[in-house]
């Protein structure tokens, strides 16, 4: 299990670590570099996700017969598969098994547009395809995080491998809205072709490339973990979870997905139906959204080294509730280097168990969102056109920061508090406490 003290005091790690059995020593990888080849697992997920998904399956439903009900209740089971995160985070850490869970998820993702382009004339199996693809989602988004948050890298290297890491996802974006801006006019059986081609060479590359941070990875935990009593078997009961600073938190990331992914699952049929903008148009606008993601991310990721991940979180948010408008969409993509990147650490400060799982429950809280916001936006739209949608995310951008100032900025100004008055032993004991 990942000790996740290192939230407290992170260390760089030492060139030799003694094996659980202290019967040998252990050469340690090389040292982390700001870019390494296996976070290309989130440029496959910004390739999926935040690109082909977004703006092939919503047209490809509404084209094979289904309306915008249809298109986002497959948007909403996509949401529901990635509520495996919570059981694939706590399988990854159990087992140490993050390297086979990512490249696996990345798999995955290849095989359901696959899958897509096989049932294009086939509206049975748009489910099961949705379960494969949501799943696979999940599996990564639970566990590239783990292999920075949960190596015990200083603050430093942290920052710098977290925000390489999220720029991955927008460069994705990038990369996916100008290919299926050039090739509209393809069928969709063929775009799903290319689609699922393009995801398997991250794929490759990152299978072939991860073996030494998961190496690395391992040490972390075999230097930090105390073993607990049950083995580290024990599961985290739903009280933990929801009951405390983290449940706070979960509830603003459910608002917040609400309003995101909301409106992420009908973007295709907003741009043009609400403003006039025709599919190519509106890839070109993804795109050009993932490209001042890029930028963004690399003020974010400095504020979030000199203030911590908080101040960029509360950024995030409150730009969300104010994404409203022409400008919207923009204003609404560019909101998420700041969410994002803060995200993982923040989970690890406020959870009250292992980093696997605290990533996995950040994916869950999405997939709610998503899963809620694409069956009630689907409704909206069908019931009052589709600019509903758009005032829905407005709403739930607002219930998100409410909660955010209400509840969840007052319980982190007491954390941080009381990590300022405790001596390093006493947080280092609380942080093995995490695993008891």
Same mark, same amino acid.
């Given at each position: 299990?990942?000790?996740?003290?290192?939230?407290?005091?992170?260390?760089?790690?030492?060139?030799?670590?003694?094996?659980?059995?202290?019967?040998?020593? /252990?050469?340690?990888?090389?040292?982390? +570099? /700001?870019?390494?080849?296996?976070?290309?697992?989130?440029?496959?997920?910004?390739?999926?996700?935040?690109?082909?998904?977004?703006?092939?399956?919503?047209?490809?439903?509404?084209?094979?017969?289904?309306?915008?009900?249809?298109?986002?209740?497959? !948007?909403?089971?996509?949401?529901?598969?990635?509520?495996?995160?919570?059981?694939?985070?706590?399988?990854?850490?159990?087992?140490?098994?993050?390297?086979?869970? !990512?490249?696996?998820?990345?798999?995955?993702?290849? @095989?359901? &547009?696959?899958?897509?382009?096989?049932?294009?004339?086939?509206?049975?199996?748009? %489910?099961?395809?949705?379960? #494969?693809? *949501?799943?696979?989602?999940?599996?990564?988004?639970? /566990?590239?995080?783990? &292999?920075?948050?949960? %190596?015990?890298?200083?603050?430093?290297?942290?920052?710098?491998? !977290?925000?390489? #890491?999220?720029?991955?996802?927008?460069?994705?974006?990038?990369?996916?809205?100008?290919?299926?801006?050039?090739?509209?006019?393809?069928?969709?059986?063929?775009?799903?072709?290319?689609?699922?081609?393009?995801?398997?060479?991250?794929?490759?590359?990152?299978?072939?490339?991860?073996?030494?941070?998961?190496?690395?990875?391992?040490?972390?935990?075999?230097?930090?973990? /105390?073993?607990?009593?049950? *083995?580290?078997?024990?599961?985290?009961?739903?009280?933990?979870?929801?009951?405390?600073? &983290?449940?706070?938190?979960?509830?603003?990331?459910?608002?917040?997905?609400? %309003?995101?992914?909301?409106?992420?699952?009908?973007?295709?049929?907003?741009?043009?139906?609400?403003?006039?903008?025709?599919? +190519?148009?509106?890839?070109?606008?993804?795109? @050009?959204?993932?490209?001042?993601?890029?930028?963004?991310?690399? $003020?974010?990721?400095?504020?979030?080294?000199?203030?911590? $991940?908080?101040?960029?979180? !509360?950024?995030?948010?409150?730009?969300?509730?104010?994404?409203?408008?022409?400008?919207?969409?923009?204003?609404?993509?560019?909101?998420?280097?700041?969410?994002?990147?803060?995200?993982?650490?923040?989970?690890?400060?406020?959870?009250? &168990? $292992?980093?696997?799982? =605290?990533?996995?429950?950040?994916?869950?809280?999405?997939?709610?969102?998503?899963?809620?916001?694409?069956?009630?936006?689907?409704?909206?739209?069908?019931?009052?056109?589709?600019?509903?949608?758009?005032?829905?995310?407005?709403?739930?951008?607002?219930?998100? =920061? @409410?909660? @955010?100032?209400?509840?969840?900025?007052?319980?982190?100004?007491?954390?941080?508090?009381?990590?300022?008055?405790? $001596?390093?032993?006493?947080?280092?004991?609380?942080? =093995?406490? +995490?695993?008891?």
């Amino acid at each position: 299990m990942l000790d996740t003290v290192a939230l407290y005091g992170p260390r760089l790690l030492p060139v030799l670590y003694a094996d659980p059995d202290m019967t040998a020593q /252990t050469v340690a990888p090389p040292p982390p +570099k /700001t870019f390494e080849w296996w976070m290309l697992s989130m440029f496959a997920l910004g390739v999926s996700y935040s690109a082909f998904v977004s703006l092939l399956i919503p047209p490809y439903v509404s084209d094979s017969g289904g309306d915008a009900s249809t298109a986002g209740i497959v !948007m909403a089971i996509i949401a529901l598969g990635a509520l495996g995160g919570p059981p694939i985070g706590a399988f990854a850490d159990r087992y140490s098994a993050h390297r086979l869970v !990512m490249v696996s998820g990345i798999g995955g993702m290849a @095989l359901s &547009f696959a899958a897509y382009a096989l049932s294009a004339d086939n509206s049975a199996l748009y %489910a099961l395809d949705a379960i #494969l693809m *949501g799943i696979s989602v999940a599996a990564v988004s639970a /566990t590239a995080p783990v &292999f920075i948050v949960g %190596a015990r890298l200083d603050q430093k290297t942290e920052a710098k491998q !977290m925000t390489t #890491l999220q720029l991955m996802m927008p460069a994705g974006q990038l990369v996916g809205g100008l290919v299926l801006a050039v090739v509209a006019g393809w069928t969709f059986a063929n775009r799903f072709w290319l689609v699922a081609i393009i995801v398997a060479v991250p794929f490759v590359v990152v299978w072939l490339t991860t073996g030494d941070v998961s190496e690395r990875l391992r040490l972390a935990v075999a230097q930090a973990t /105390t073993v607990p009593r049950d *083995g580290g078997r024990k599961k985290i009961g739903l009280s933990k979870v929801l009951l405390s600073t &983290f449940g706070i938190y979960f509830a603003v990331l459910v608002f917040t997905s609400i %309003a995101n992914n909301g409106v992420n699952a009908q973007i295709a049929n907003i741009m043009p139906n609400v403003y006039g903008v025709d599919a +190519k148009t509106t890839s070109a606008l993804i795109s @050009l959204a993932g490209l001042l993601n890029i930028v963004l991310y690399f $003020p974010a990721g400095r504020w979030m080294a000199r203030k911590g $991940p908080f101040p960029p979180f !509360m950024a995030g948010i409150v730009g969300r509730m104010i994404a409203v408008g022409v400008a919207f969409m923009q204003l609404m993509y560019q909101t998420a280097p700041f969410v994002r990147l803060a995200q993982p650490g923040l989970a690890v400060r406020f959870a009250n &168990f $292992p980093a696997g799982q =605290a990533s996995g429950w950040v994916i869950a809280g999405s997939a709610i969102g998503s899963f809620v916001g694409s069956l009630l936006g689907g409704y909206l739209a069908d019931a009052y056109g589709y600019n509903a949608v758009n005032w829905m995310a407005a709403a739930a951008g607002a219930g998100a =920061a @409410l909660i @955010l100032f209400m509840w969840l900025k007052p319980a982190e100004k007491r954390m941080r508090e009381r990590e300022e008055t405790l $001596p390093d032993d006493l947080l280092k004991d609380e942080g =093995a406490a +995490k695993h008891e």
